[in-house]
């Protein structure tokens, strides 16, 4: 990892998927996408005055279906699991061991504090016993503003979150020794947040925006996998505006704030 004189937040990223190709190519991989979407934070930070204008990201990326993790946990603010078109649920080495390190990660202040997206957010959940699967509901799909609870409001300093959605798995029931943040009328855990503070986790896709949120709805609706009355819903709404910076900015404070 990089050292600097500067107060940096480090994030070690545990990369779970790669993008479907078109996303891809035009706008990076998971390393890419999260980089540009903590950068974004880290600049909102600064534009409301609340961390040092000199404070730095510092960002490595750990592919763990390689089962490639960080050696050093006490080197990294932060341990973030990215989504994935994997399921959690599934009896898959890679997996097993994502969920096996997330139960070890020590709940103290020494430790990184660990953060979910979507599929990352579904294996914090199995990791503390609750139950994931399919959502009878179906897909959730773009554009997606989710009610928050008080803690929510709390927590993410805000009545709503306006995020992008691609998910048909969830959280079921909320794990013991967790709060809810966050609902919608189709997933009831949309975001959840450990008792101690130590683990957060965001059913939505923060790291996408509109254009890419179009790509998976064009590529997914021409093989099959999404109705055309389901993209045709999700498209009229896509572009609509995204909380994308306020919640980048909210992981980055819980990520340098001990518990």
């Known amino acids: 990892m990089v050292s600097t004189d500067k107060p940096s ?3 070690a990223l545990l990369v779970c998927d790669i993008p479907i190709a078109p996303v891809a190519t035009a706008h990076g991989k998971y390393p890419d996408m999260f980089k540009d979407l903590l950068l974004l934070g880290l600049e909102h930070l600064k534009q409301e005055s609340a961390i040092a204008q000199d404070t730095e990201l510092i960002m490595g990326d750990f592919d763990v279906r390689e089962f490639n993790y960080p050696e050093n946990l006490g080197e990294w603010d932060a341990v973030l699991i990215t989504g994935s078109a994997s399921n959690a649920y599934d009896d898959i080495p890679w997996i097993n061991q994502l969920v096996e390190y997330v139960k070890e990660i ?8 660990v953060v979910g997206i979507c599929f990352g957010h579904q294996i914090i959940g199995r990791a503390y016993n609750a139950k994931v699967g399919k959502n009878v509901n179906g897909w959730e799909l773009g554009w997606t503003n989710t009610e928050l609870t ?3 409001q709390e927590f993410w300093q805000d009545t709503h979150m306006r995020i992008q959605e ?8 909320l794990p013991e020794g967790f709060t809810l943040l966050a609902s919608t009328e189709h997933t009831a855990n949309q975001s959840m947040i450990s008792n101690d503070h130590q683990i957060v986790s965001v059913q939505g896709h923060p790291e996408f925006t509109g254009e890419i949120m179009k790509k998976y709805i064009e590529i997914r609706t021409a093989n ?3 109705s055309k009355e389901l993209s045709e819903a999700s498209s009229k709404l896509v572009d609509e505006p995204l909380d994308r910076a306020k919640i980048a900015g909210r992981i980055l404070q819980f990520a340098a704030t001990k518990a």
């Not at 020590?106 to 504090?113: E, G, L, S």
Request: glycine share 8%; hydrophobic share 30%.
């Open 150 to 152: 008080e803690a929510g």
């Open 166 to 173: 691609l998910h048909q798995d969830i959280v079921y029931d």
């Open 224 to 226: 099959g996998t999404f």
């Open 9 to 11: 937040i480090r994030v």
């Open 106 to 113: 020590p709940r103290d202040q020494k430790a990184p504090k």
